[in-house]
């Protein structure tokens, strides 16, 4: 099962918000999306899922244009991790993780005890098992995010995108979600998944050893190999900001953006200056 998406001009009727824009996404594979806001990252998302269509370019999922596919087709093979907001009316974490197997049921089945059964192994696999009865609503948002990530599980696709999961996470929940996201594509056999993750975060891309795509407006700055992409010179590119990269003693990069205003621009980005 394979993603492969080429040459793609993604945006929305007539406003084109991204060209040349190439991704390519199998099992067991990480890739980062990572670019100042604005650049078109959940844009280039929502074409790759069909919710979309590319204005160019073509994406592939197993092997057949997603556009000639039905969704429950799309929902069996890739899987989407939103950012966890709350709902406006409560369910329990079990019910919010049995929505997963919607694709699977058919549109008058009911969940049966194999379906419960799958929502309760996704969320032990997860480490919350114990949230299972909670009402979703009233669960942090590290909490939250967990469970959008076990149902996702449940659906049990071969691919799993994610719109920057760890967003509004604190630093300790960050860390939890981003192993839970490295252990599930290092799951060997039929439960080892691909992850595309986006995120404002490159140390996230280091973390988890992934390929990366950076972009800037819209356009692919460079592709590959965390360590080759995420480079001090690449990121000052396209951060507009000075960034050193250094190694930790454990042997990890890090990035460290300059905090001296002097050298700091003007924000540029889309998003901000449109805000
Ligand atoms: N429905 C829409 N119609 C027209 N333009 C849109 C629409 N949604 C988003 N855009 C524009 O498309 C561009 C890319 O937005 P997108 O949300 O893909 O960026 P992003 O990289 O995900 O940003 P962020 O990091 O801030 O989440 C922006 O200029 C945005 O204003």
Do not use: W
């Amino acid at each position: 099962m394979m993603l492969e998406a080429r040459d793609l001009s993604i945006g929305y009727g007539t406003t084109v918000v991204g060209t040349r824009l190439s991704l390519v996404a199998r099992p067991g594979d990480v890739v980062c999306l990572l670019g100042p806001n604005g650049c078109g990252k959940t844009t280039l998302f929502r074409t790759i899922l069909g919710l979309l269509p590319a204005l160019a370019g073509s994406v592939m999922l197993g092997g057949k244009p997603i556009a000639q596919q039905r969704r429950a087709e799309i929902a069996r093979r890739i899987a989407y991790v939103p950012q966890a907001h709350a709902p406006p009316f409560p369910f329990e974490a079990l019910d919010v993780v049995l929505m997963g197997r919607t694709a699977r049921l058919g549109l008058f089945g009911q969940p049966g005890a194999r379906d419960r059964a799958a929502a309760r192994h996704a969320m032990a696999r997860l480490g919350i098992a114990d949230l299972a009865h909670r009402d979703y609503s009233r669960l942090s948002g590290g909490q939250r995010q967990l469970v959008l990530i076990a149902r996702a599980l449940v659906q049990e696709a071969a691919l799993i995108v994610m719109d920057e999961p760890t967003a509004s996470l604190d630093f300790g929940n960050r860390a939890q979600v981003l192993a839970q996201i490295a252990g599930l594509t290092r799951d060997t056999g039929a439960a080892g998944c691909g992850v595309i993750l986006s995120t404002h975060d490159p140390d996230q891309a280091f973390a988890l050893d992934a390929r990366v795509l950076l972009m800037k407006d819209g356009r692919p700055h460079a592709e590959g190999p965390a360590d080759t992409v995420l480079t001090a010179r690449n990121l000052s590119a396209v951060y507009g900001i000075p960034v050193t990269v250094e190694t930790t003693r454990g042997g990890r990069k890090v990035c460290l953006p300059s905090l001296d205003l002097q050298s700091a621009p003007t924000m540029t980005s889309d998003a901000l200056t449109m805000a």
